[in-house]
């Protein structure tokens, strides 16, 4: 087995590239373990949060986005980026988005998972609940100005059918559509 | 019921920041729906593939490797980004990577899904396929240049532990762990 110097890669030197309002991004000089050298391409992110909202009558609630990077609207569950003085609770963002995005909040908010959506060059991390016994909200926290959604309510039937189709295409909501269908089997098996 | 035009931001004007060797930076100035404009941080990125290799004795294969944006050894299932002339062909992509990752190839090769990692600034598609009947290759194709990795097999339960531990930490991995543990329970209930 191997320790963690026959694996790390070093920085030589840091090429500083662009800092905007949500990502960084830097080009490193490395000095691979083998004595060799290497570049990487890294893109900072502040980390975000989803949530995988359940309602009563057992449906996960989505929105409908457009997203930029890819041209085109999808379906997915309540995310967002951490805002700077939140990084350390995830948990209250996540609540935070979840009000904002659907005008809900839940009484039971549950951890599920932490995950770097691409190690290879971004560092950013997304922290997943799964929010159960939901209220509306009486006023809820406004959206950002910016965003434009559609709230809608799907079946896990429903939800497959749409990663059939395409609408749904992101990591974090076929995570959740499986992660939903797991808990589903293994509560049938009890 | 909202259209597309409801939702689409369309490009004013685009500021093209980088163009490395695996990823490009741009801002874009967006028209918002309502009229209003908005700025938008964009990473280009070729795509991706990962393989979830089940062993015959039923493990998965792993790879232990460095993560520069993390600063962190990490295990992970077998995975690459896609090379110019193979973007049109990731099944391709991933049985070159499962060979040269871990020695391998796959006499049942099955696509999962495709899925965009991270729709809110990045455009990555990821390509993910399940990897069966194994046998060892003679004369593996060799790793990149600049790639330390070691190999590793998990049952099942040692793959969830290390999800528990935190060296697995990556949202392709826990996804392909609670695929391949939705599919053990669907075949138990046959």
């Known amino acids: 087995m191997m320790n963690f110097e026959d694996f790390e890669e070093k920085t030589i030197s840091r090429n500083e590239i662009f800092k ?35 309602t009563e009558d057992n449906k996960m609630i989505m929105v409908k986005q ?12 309540p995310a967002g980026k951490i805002d700077p003085g939140e990084q350390n609770n995830p948990k209250e963002t996540a609540e935070r988005e979840l009000e904002e995005e659907t005008g809900y909040r839940a009484n039971k908010f549950s951890f599920v998972n932490s995950m770097y959506v691409s190690p290879g060059f971004a560092n950013e991390l997304l922290h997943i609940y799964f929010a159960e016994q939901l ?7 406004p959206l950002d100005d910016d965003e434009v959604i559609e709230l809608y309510t799907l079946t896990l039937a429903e939800a497959k059918a ?3 189709s395409g609408l749904i295409c992101d990591a974090k909501t076929i995570f959740a559509v499986q992660y939903w269908e797991l808990q589903q089997l293994k509560e049938d098996k009890r």
């Not at 990502?23 to 000089?29: A, G, N, R, S, T």
């Not at 209220?135 to 926290?141: A, Q, S, T, W």
């Open 20 to 54: 905007g309002h949500i990502i960084e991004v830097v080009v490193d000089d490395v000095q691979l373990p083998d004595g060799g050298t290497g570049k990487r391409e890294l893109v900072f992110h502040p980390g975000a949060v989803a949530v995988i909202p359940i």
């Open 66 to 77: 457009y997203r930029k990077p890819l041209e085109k609207v999808t379906l997915e569950i």
């Open 135 to 141: 209220e509306k909200v009486p006023n809820p926290r």
């Open 162 to 164: 749409e990663i059939a």
